[in-house]
């Protein structure tokens, strides 16, 4: 089946430390996106990257990097420069085109830090 | 600015009922919206979406609609059933400043269907 995997489910850190968010796809996009999501909020755009090699900060970046070394990977590290961590991330993935394609998400990893 | 607003945080309708979800966008140059539904916990799925050159598009059981000139678009959810609650996003599919694009999302409507 094709899709969008994220690993873990649930990830709980102590303050100070780094944690990195695996987002897998196998759907050939070349675009993928990380999203956070804060209780009874709407999804605010972290990084988004449109090709290998390549990614742009979107609303929400500081405290976040990421990296996409593979078409098909684009993992999230959450650093401890980031003060409120704790949220719900969500990681998607689109076609890129002449015309706009809708995202497809990811379960979503739930991460608590305390 | 770009943003993308909903007239109600939540919708509480019985089962079998219609539902009308709305939402009020802002940038006059967004040419791509799309709903989607979240259950608690899960990652958002698409439902449906609609290009800015039409007003209505139809799916099952749903009707999305797009009013230009008063930058507003609608998801009409017929004959609600209980496995329709959830919370309703619309998102808007924007140009940033480096030309790339991105959907800008509004916070939500949360669906209650009552038997």
């Known amino acids: ?114 | 600015g770009e943003s993308v607003g909903l007239h109600l945080p939540t919708l509480s309708v019985q089962e079998g009922d219609n539902s009308i979800i709305n939402c009020a966008y802002s940038n006059s140059a967004s040419d791509y919206f799309i709903w989607y539904k979240q259950e608690s916990g899960k990652g958002p799925q698409f439902i449906i979406d609609i290009r800015s050159n039409m007003d209505k598009r139809q799916g099952q059981r749903v009707t999305v609609l797009l009013n230009k000139t008063v930058k507003h678009l609608s998801l009409q959810i017929a004959a609600t059933q209980p496995g329709d609650s959830a919370v309703y996003f619309c998102a808007e599919n924007t140009l940033t400043q480096g030309g790339s694009e991105k959907l800008v999302f509004g916070k939500g409507t949360k669906l209650t269907v009552n038997p």
């Not at chain 1, 804060?38 to 988004?48: A, E, N």
């Not at chain 1, 449109?50 to 990614?55: R, T």
């Not at chain 1, 990681?91 to 890129?96: G, L, Y």
């Open chain 1, 1 to 114: 089946d094709g899709g969008i995997t994220q690993s873990p489910k649930y990830l709980f850190r102590k303050e100070g430390q780094n944690v990195t968010l695996s987002c897998e796809q196998n759907l050939n996009h070349d675009a993928m996106y990380w999203y956070r999501q804060d209780p009874g909020q709407g999804l605010r755009l972290i990084y988004y990257s449109q090709i290998v090699n390549d990614f742009q900060k979107g609303d929400i970046a500081e405290g976040y990097s990421v990296s996409r070394e593979k078409k098909e990977s684009f993992p999230l590290t959450v650093t401890s420069a980031q003060k409120n961590p704790t949220a719900f991330y969500l990681c998607a993935s689109t076609m890129t085109g002449l015309t706009p394609y809708e995202q497809y998400f990811g379960p979503g990893t739930r991460l608590t830090v305390t």
